[in-house]
């Protein structure tokens, strides 16, 4: 029976207002454009449909309206109305009616359930005491955050415990916004490892050490037997072998259940775990009625993921409009990034295909596990695993059932080692699995007029939802630009349309201060990414926006960044006190050698005249820094794009050919430049003569004493491209040398590309090294005394960021390690004495199974 309103239109009604909601809305809007369908969305909570799967960014600092899906516009379109805080309370499948929770009767032509799901909390006593949470909804978040800061404000010097209970994803994603909280939080899984549907045994293992190296306890083949309170509220909670841990807060993430109750109620048959049965139409038994997303059981089986549930919407949309659309199946393939950690899997993960062989690489020291599953031949991929390092998921994922044309191991290389092309993609392959995109719609979305990140993830959806596909999305937008010719896009993100330089000099003009404003200004008004974030977080630090652990910045930054320190691969930390123009006193040496043998750190001299002292566990870094910042000694900055040193000989003062006071003039140019932030390290080197000890020219600013004073050479660097620094300007005296220095350094930080060093930003500046002469010495854009003024407030401005950190207390209680035993080593650091120190043991020398990166563990033989 098929109706229409007084309009003309067939009536679409859609019971819920989650992103499955948004999707159907979206494919479905050629007939409501044409008039043709009018529909209605009825969501049971209070605003529009929202991204769930970034939920988690509401706890650093976001506005809930940011997650939102669809504008104004996209609501307010002709033939779509959507209706918040409706709830539909029954459905009479014969008058085709829904009734609503105010008694209002609703009718429609074509129903379409997408009621979701809701969190499952276990039947444990104690489940409802004030301070028990899930983590579902905006509501359920913002109700959490609410709690925890209340219990902050009423006693701000104590530690609050948080207990997740649920290991997989959504667990992962809860304890890390209780870290976010503050609040020192455990996990409790009562599978034997972590995410256990996404991850194997070695996966499991290097996750969770991963996990734990960030500061969460995780209780694995365990289960909650209690909640116990005090006053009310959430005290303990114990474990089903009586063991009890504190807990202010306790969040539930024990999965969840469909929300099919209207469905029943209405007599339609749902499966033995729930979800209304659908055909492969995702129509259910009555044909005017539809369900599509978590509340849909297709197949005999409830998926909970976004994939599916987009497949479903856009099924759904095509039947209506008079398509032979069909659900194609499910890709449950999972890219995630949980508390800094890389996860991915995808495929047949778990290798249960007939005659599946693995290819694995396991570094357990690195926090690396990698997992290929090949066909018996090793050359077709059915899938994978990847803990601590997914770099390769955009490349693979799309070569599931396809022959990768290479040795499968050459994919398993360590992080920073290039993995093999994966050649041209063939266009049926699928590159967004969130949305169904291939490799054929990309390009010919680029064939079609679309030359930026933007515009192709408009026109094709690639990249809306989780993301992951991005780079390879990115890889294929310009290689089809290239291949027509046209100009590729200089834009720093799909998030910024301006490169870096740009969006430098806007947030300058500005005066922004918060990477929520920029963004909404300057940027898409989106979450951002892990491009544009710490990008933004290094121009607002060399704007001089304060403490880099401060407020929204903290979330900005990297992982060394994030603690202040170099993480070692054993997971510990190297510390690296300022030696300005590497001279120590011999007070200052005995400090620092009195701190390496209490903390019992190995200690070795840098190539850049310091000491560096390593294996320093994440709790002991606080109590470092107090013994060498009340000695004298401030970060050397060795964790950030920063400065990092000034090398120097000790030139007139000692050396018999020195010309001029080397050391004095880079302990000059060391204290002038400590802590400046820019695109990326800085490092300078002053010789005092022309035989060049201090190694200057091999820096990014190297200055050479004269017998008229000093030559400056900029743009050489070491590393993976070594070059050599060019002469910029002869014979400066002091004054002249110190002033060219600051305009290059300034000029550099506003002009580079994103991770750009001197060098390749000096060999792409258009002029070269006579534009830059002409700027800096001879003032040709008139920007001189804008770049002086800069250097200038940064010399005045700067401020030690250890000190800092050392009397600011929420800052500090960021360094915990493990939160039932602080003070204890972990006991998986393992050392040997070498030389007599100790160095981490070499991968052999543990007890843990390392494979090479080729090692078939089942089905097959070894090669």
Known sequence: MTTTNTHGARRIV????????????????????????????????????????????YFTGRDPQSLSLGDREFWNADGVRLRTSCRATAIDRASRQITLQDGAQLGYDHLVLATGSYAFTPPIKGNDIDGCFVYRTIDDVASLRGYVEELRKED???????????????????AGALQALGARSRVVEFAPRLMPIQVDDGGGQALRRLIEQLGVTVHTETASSRIHGRYGRVHQVEFVNSDRVPADVVVFATGVRPRDELARDAGLPTGERGGVIVDDRCRTADDAISAIGEVACIDGAVWGLVAPGNAMAEVTANQLLGGDGTFPGVDASTKLKLLGVDVASFGDAFGQESGSLEVVYADPVAGVYKKLVMSDDARTLRGGILVGDASAYAALRPMVGRELGSDPAAYLV????????????PDDSVVCSCNNVTAGTIRASVVDGAHDLAAVKSCTKAGTSCGSCLPMVKNLMIAGLEAAGVEVSKALCEHFSMSRAELFAAVSV????????????????????????????????????????SGEQASLQDTNDHVLANLQKDGTYSVVPRIPGGEITPDGLITVGEIARDFGLYTKITGGQRIDLFGARIEELPLIWRRLVDAGFESGHAYGKSLRTVKSCVGSSWCRYGVQDS???????????????????????????????????GKDAGVIATDKGWNLYVGGNGGFTPRHAQLLVEDLDDESLIRTIDRFFMYYIRTADRLQRTAAWLENLEGGLEHLRSVVIDDSLGIAADLDAAMARHVASYSDEWRDVLTDPAKLSQFTSF???????????????????????????RPVLISGPRIPVSGGGVS
């Open 156 to 174: 701000p010097d104590r530690v609050l415990n948080g207990v997740v209970i649920g290991g997989g994803l959504l667990g992962l994603e809860a």
């Open 14 to 57: 859609v019971i819920g207002g989650g992103m499955v909601a948004h999707r159907f809305v979206e494919a479905i809007r050629p007939g409501t454009a044409s008039g043709e369908l009018e529909v209605t969305v009825l969501a049971d909570e209070p605003r529009a449909p929202y991204d769930r799967v970034a939920l988690t960014t």
């Open 510 to 549: 500005s005066g922004l201060t918060t990477f929520s404003e920029i963004i909404a200004r300057h940027g898409d008004s989106g979450r951002g990414c892990d491009i544009c974030r710490p990008t933004v977080g290094s121009i607002l630090a060399s704007l001089g926006g304060g403490h880099i652990l």
């Open 663 to 697: 050391t004095s003039m880079a302990i000059l140019l060391e204290n002038r430049y400590r802590g400046l932030r820019a695109p990326h390290k800085l490092k300078l080197g002053v010789s005092g003569c022309a035989r060049e000890c201090a190694e200057a020219r």
């Open 819 to 845: 939160v039932n035993a602080p003070d204890v080593p972990d006991p998986d650091l393992a050392y040997i004495d070498e030389r007599s120190q100790i160095r981490p043991v070499d991968p052999h020398q």
């Open 414 to 425: 360590p992080e920073g080692l290039a993995a093999p092309g994966t050649g041209d993609l």
